[in-house]
């Protein structure tokens, strides 16, 4: 796996050699002039004080050069008879043996703490690197996420490029240069492999395994030498392993989102199902009959009547649900384009409620509305069908004849429209599923209706920005509050100037 190659000095350590050599010859023509000022313990210290210099900037090889050469600079120049190797005393003898092995002794040490020093910096930078690509990780949850952040790392540790990630049981690899042979004996053999590519750089295999969808490889173009290191071997294999984690659970959660939309399709068809076999067959069967009663020649003409306006009733009523089905549609497709323009939220409530005590003539409607309301920014037709929506539900679920009271304030921040009823409330336990899509405030009931209108109302409002939500009164009845955020207003005078 890992190529045998020769040991090229760096021009860092080839300068080392040279300033070995240099500096015990430059710290000796610097110090003889004085030799007869010097003791020899100090000058042996000044040659000691070179070798650690050049252990800690040059590491060891260019220490020991130094150590030997000041050994012998300081016998042939210092210790007499001078200007020659022959030491008649042992004193003299011992000084320069004690000095040569002190800074052998100083330079191994010292290189050897420079060499931890370096260890321990480029584990914390890689430490920092694989800590930084797990925060990154952390947040994907794609296959491509993990790929494009996989990419990013590579290329800032190895300078590596065309980073992918090819799986065993895709077939044969999208890039011709990729092996697929490779790939399949990558993971087997769970160890990278590597493979020729253009300009002298090599093809890397670097083998993902996970214990839930298919196993793959890391593939990645670097330089020949990317990986010659062994620290660099593992930096990248634990890098892999983070890799295989976060694909692993990429692949979960697309199998749990693939699952939740299934549930989901299936929740909503059953309960269209049941809403158009419940809502709609009820008042088509009554359709029938009163058609077939009108058929018969005998009803009187205000038997006719009656019947011809309760089958209108019964018609409006299946359009108004068809209208919601096919309204919950069309914004649950996508984002909503609102056609907003600053309205006066007075004029649009009093649009809806004319409406309304048009359609329920024997239902009292009080309104009471703030003097100091400021218009909004909504889009009207479809604010009439929230407050429209609101008013269907408390006629529908309150005794007839009694009061609707809609009120509209201005707060801090929001204009606040509350529709309240004296009907029987909402029970606890169904307030918080109240807005959500097929949910009706009493469960069974005969109240014609299929649970979309406070979901639409609830759809349309947060699309505004807004917030709806209800509440059971202590007197007696449901009070809905819809908050519209008011905005920044535009200078209305400078408007009308313009136009």
């Not at 020093?117 to 430490?127: D, G, L």
């Not at 996989?150 to 990729?178: E, H, N, P, W």
């Not at 049941?274 to 077939?292: E, K, N, V």
């Not at 309760?310 to 056609?339: C, F, V, Y």
Request: proline share 5%; net charge negative.
């Amino acid at each position: 796996m890992h190529s045998a190659c020769r040991y090229h000095p760096s021009p860092r350590t080839l300068a080392g050699l040279v300033l070995a050599a240099t500096a015990p010859l430059l710290g000796t023509l610097a110090i003889s002039p004085h030799s007869a000022a010097v003791d020899l313990s100090n000058m042996a210290l000044m040659y000691v004080l070179i070798v650690v210099v050049m252990a800690v900037y040059f590491g060891r090889f260019a220490a020991i050069l130094a150590a030997m050469l000041s050994a012998l600079s300081f016998a042939y120049v210092f210790v007499p008879p001078y200007f020659s190797l022959e030491i008649t005393e042992a004193q003299h003898l011992l000084n320069a043996v004690i000095m040569l092995a002190v800074a052998l002794l100083v330079s191994h040490l010292t290189s050897r703490l420079k060499q931890h020093a370096e260890s321990a910096e480029r584990k914390s930078v890689e430490s920092t690197k694989l800590y930084e690509l797990a925060q990154q990780l952390a947040g994907a949850l794609s296959r491509e996420e993990v790929v494009d952040y996989a990419a990013m790392f590579l290329s800032r540790s190895l300078g590596a490029q065309k980073t992918r990630i090819v799986y065993a049981d895709s077939g044969k690899a999208d890039d011709a240069s990729v092996s697929h042979a490779l790939v399949e004996q990558c993971i087997k053999r769970h160890r990278f492999l590597t493979a020729p590519a253009a300009d002298g750089r090599k093809l890397f295999y670097l083998p993902l395994s996970s214990a839930g969808g298919s196993p793959g490889a890391l593939v990645f173009e670097a330089e020949s030498s990317a990986l010659e290191n062994s620290h660099t071997v593992k930096h990248v294999e634990t890098a892999a392993s983070v890799l295989a984690v976060a694909l692993e659970r990429s692949y979960f959660v697309d199998r749990a989102r693939k699952t939740e939309i299934e549930h989901t399709a299936e929740t909503l068809r059953n309960s269209i199902l049941s809403a158009l076999s419940h809502d709609f067959r009820t008042p088509l069967t009554a359709l029938i009959g009163m058609a077939d009663t009108l058929l018969d020649a005998r009803v009187s003409a205000d038997r006719q009547q009656y019947l011809l306006e309760s089958i209108r009733k019964q018609a409006l009523s299946i359009s108004e649900q068809m209208t919601n089905l096919l309204d919950m549609a069309k914004l649950t497709t996508g984002p909503q384009h609102l056609a907003k323009a600053w309205q006066a939220i007075e004029e649009v409530l009093g649009v809806t409620i004319r409406e309304a005590g048009a359609h329920w003539p024997e239902r009292p409607i009080t309104v009471q509305i703030a003097a100091d309301l400021v218009p909004v920014n909504i889009d009207a037709v479809l604010m009439e069908r929230v407050f429209w929506n609101v008013l269907e539900n408390a006629a529908k679920y309150s005794p007839a004849g009694t009061p609707i009271e809609v009120a509209a304030v201005r707060t801090e921040t929001a204009t606040e429209i509350t529709i309240a009823d004296s009907g029987p409330g909402i029970p606890p336990r169904q307030l918080e599923h109240l807005f959500e899509r097929f949910a009706r405030g009493q469960t069974e009931s005969d109240i014609p209706g299929c649970g979309l209108g406070l979901a639409i109302a609830r759809t349309i409002v947060e699309a505004h920005g807004g917030k709806i939500t209800a509440e059971n009164r202590p007197e007696g009845g449901c009070c809905f509050r819809i908050c519209l955020p008011l905005g920044d207003l535009p200078d209305f005078d400078a408007m009308e100037a313009t136009s």
